[in-house]
């Protein structure tokens, strides 16, 4: 018979912002540990709940003592284990007395036949775990294997014991149906007791009739909402009712309501507001400052622009809330205040006058400082510019790259490096420099993520590429290249970005070609010099050596081998970008096989393949290109561009270079468009002459001149089928 079972953790606050993963780690670890002991059922259900002072879990049909087992041991070889005489040798009784048996097992034991070795095997009854064992290691086992971010060492109450915990656990509930499991963890015995919110419980201590009980009387007796997932749609709940009062939308944050979630157990949604003046700082600054600093969920308006006016998520109802709303109110204001003072004080400077003072920020101890790299960034980014669309664009993109990272030397960016390039563009428009620059100044960074959006013009495309190439370029040139999980720069991300800029804005730009003009930009001995004044630097720089030879120690050449590597790791990126849109490895494979350099084709290669696999004729021709493929990589020496038609014998192979003669010109006019669906399909006209030729000719014949006439033909079979991509990847 079973019943079901509930274990919870009485502790001091826990961590908010890790508080949803060790709920639901503690419970999915305990349960995991109890189902390896057959102590649940194919039935039991398993309901985690996590408040800021509890982690407890609650699973149904728990068996008291799992069933027994019937268990077939192997033993060891019967040559080893019996005499002569049949009798049990001594290594055969050490081995069954550690099993609890004695020489009495011999007759019971099974001789089985395992290949030419007759081995000896057991069969015996394993009693089964009871729930108060089972449940005493799975709690150890999952308490050891919390994902606890910081530990923390306690005494226990006897003074001298001490144990380790993420925080220090009061109580221990363990309750199968209304029997307490007497298990003990942590230095506690197990109860049936708990407490309810610290202010606003009816009852204190909380005797649990059952397990069943658990969250019924912790929400009418503890004023708690146990669940987490509860707790969570109880609070949107309330912020949709407070916002719609207001005629506002709360700001869409889900990290943050988990976040608040984590930090309340009775939630209590409040209105606040603050001076309207302070709308005149940007409002990304007060929205962070809200949200980072005091968890209030700031409201806007129906354009999206923020109101003076932001909800906060209380953990009382006290009867009259004003005091909780003027408490909140005032620690706000002087957040605000000292928003608007930062504000106001970087104004006072123009981002061109902060450039220079980038020479003090050191970016990387191998690849120098800030300026340096500015400097960098700003030539590729006019480099890309002219390419993209001439002179003007080019000077654009130099000085928008030449500003992008003047905002971290801002007190606002010093406070919140979060609004890096935000506060950039937004000093960029005060000082009145074009929307084209200021816009690309903030959009530099993107996409941060994925799913991000990408930068609104062409300038930001411009600096963003540059800025993400560079990174790239310099980091692979250090050998700081991304192994297993560890990816400290973020150049997974990087190289993501630059895959997605160039193919959904569709950028005539040849990747190999870009990354080679970048390399010799970073091995330019002038633009590395450029700017520095290396007496005045070391005097202010507190260098361990003069920073003229701390600087010159940084330039050096890139190698081709950490260039081969970064493009390698662009497309390892970009192969699986595209599986994960929903393209299949071999569509994939057969496309960047080729390695395409404009990335924005790609996805129309992709088109292609998908609709040439879709024709009957496919399977036919991709099993002969590889078969092609494969006769050509035999051959030793080169093979001649051009098929002597006087040497064409065959009716088969006549008939194959006439449709290859009829259908190239069709095919390459496709290509050249970019029509490369068409250029495929046209393709399918050749099934019936390449599978005759196979048929009918025999290549490798011994008339050298005849060979090397149908190589040469083969050859050019290969190149008009694998100009969109590799057909013989689509070979099953």
Request: with cysteine; net charge negative; proline share 4%.
């Amino acid at each position: 018979m079973t019943k079901n079972l509930l274990v919870e953790l009485l502790v001091e606050e826990l961590p908010p912002k890790s508080l949803k993963q060790l709920g639901n780690s503690f419970a999915e670890l305990l349960a995991a540990n109890l189902r390896a002991q057959d102590l649940l059922t194919k039935e039991s259900q398993v309901t985690a709940y996590a408040t800021p002072r509890r982690l407890a879990v609650h699973i149904t049909h728990v068996a008291a003592q799992a069933a027994d087992k019937a268990v077939t041991q192997k033993l060891m070889p019967v040559a080893v284990g019996l005499d002569a005489q049949g009798q049990a040798t001594p290594p055969l009784l050490k081995k069954l007395a550690s099993l609890g048996a004695d020489a009495s097992a011999v007759p019971q034991l099974k001789r089985v036949m395992e290949g030419k070795t007759e081995t000896l095997f057991w069969d015996s009854t394993v009693t089964g775990t009871p729930l108060t064992d089972g449940l005493q290691k799975a709690l150890e086992e999952a308490i050891g294997k919390l994902p606890i971010p910081k530990v923390m060492t306690y005494q226990l109450a006897d003074g001298w014991s001490s144990v380790n915990f993420v925080r220090p656990v009061h109580a221990l509930i363990a309750l199968h149906g209304a029997d307490i499991v007497p298990v003990n963890i942590l230095g506690l015995q197990a109860g049936r007791e708990t407490q309810g919110h610290r202010f606003e419980a009816k009852v204190n201590p909380i005797v649990l009739h059952n397990a069943d009980s658990y969250a019924q009387q912790l929400a009418s007796e503890g004023a708690v909402i146990a669940g987490f997932a509860e707790r969570r749609a109880e609070i949107v709940r309330q912020l949709a009712a407070a916002a719609t009062k207001e005629n506002l939308t709360p700001v869409d944050d889900d990290a943050l309501l988990d976040e608040v979630t984590a930090l309340v157990e009775h939630p209590n949604v409040l209105t606040g507001k603050f001076a309207a003046e302070f709308l005149q700082v940007p409002q990304e600054c007060l929205i962070l400052t809200m949200k980072a600093n005091q968890k209030y969920f700031p409201l806007l308006d129906a354009q999206g622009k923020l109101a003076n006016k932001f909800l906060l998520v209380s953990n009382i109802r006290p009867t009259d809330p004003g005091l909780v709303i003027g408490g909140n109110e005032r620690v706000v204001r002087s957040r605000l205040a000292d928003a608007k003072f930062f504000f106001d004080q970087d104004r006072k400077k123009t981002l061109a006058s902060r450039v220079p003072e980038l020479d003090k920020v050191v970016y990387h101890n191998k690849l120098g400082t800030q300026g340096l790299r500015m400097r960098y960034v700003r030539a590729i980014a006019n480099l890309i510019g002219r390419q993209l669309n001439g002179d003007t664009l080019g000077a654009q993109a130099y000085e928008a790259a030449t500003l992008a990272k003047a905002d971290l030397l801002t007190d606002m960016v010093g406070e919140f490096p979060e609004l890096q390039g935000i506060m950039g563009r937004y000093y960029a428009q005060h000082e009145g420099l074009s929307d084209d620059v200021a816009f690309a100044i903030e959009d530099h960074y993107k996409p941060r993520f994925a799913g991000d959006e990408l930068p609104r013009n062409q300038v930001g495309v411009c600096v963003a590429l540059a800025d993400k190439l560079e990174t790239l370029v310099n980091m692979f040139g250090i050998g700081e290249i991304p192994t297993g999980d560890k990816d400290p720069f973020a150049l997974r991300r990087h190289a993501l970005g630059v895959i997605r800029i160039l193919i959904e804005k569709d950028l005539l730009l040849d990747l190999n070609t870009l990354v080679q003009r970048i390399v010799e930009i970073i091995e330019d001995k002038e633009i590395f010099e450029q700017n520095f004044d290396n007496k005045k630097r070391s005097a202010e720089l507190a260098f361990p050596q003069d920073f003229g030879d701390f600087v010159s120690s940084l330039f050096r050449q890139i190698s081709k081998e950490s260039t081969e590597q970064l493009l390698a790791f662009i497309y390892e990126r970009l192969a699986g970008s595209l599986r994960e849109q929903g393209y299949t490895a071999q569509e994939v494979d057969a496309v960047l096989s080729l390695n395409p350099q404009n990335l924005s084709d790609i996805p129309k290669r992709l088109a292609a393949v998908r609709a040439f696999t879709a024709l009957p004729e496919a399977a036919s021709l991709a099993a002969a290109n590889k078969r092609v493929g494969n006769i050509l990589k035999k051959m030793e020496g080169s093979i001649s561009d051009t098929v002597d038609t006087g040497l064409l014998q065959e009716p088969a192979e006549q008939a194959l270079y006439q449709a290859l003669t009829s259908l190239s010109s069709k095919t390459n006019e496709a290509f050249i468009a970019g029509d490369y669906t068409a250029s495929l399909q046209i393709l399918a006209a050749l099934k019936l002459p390449v599978d005759t030729f196979f048929d009918h000719v025999m290549v490798n014949v011994e008339d050298e001149a005849l060979r090397n006439n149908r190589l040469a033909l083969l050859a050019q079979l290969h190149q008009i089928m694998n100009r969109v991509a590799d057909l013989s990847k689509l070979a099953s």
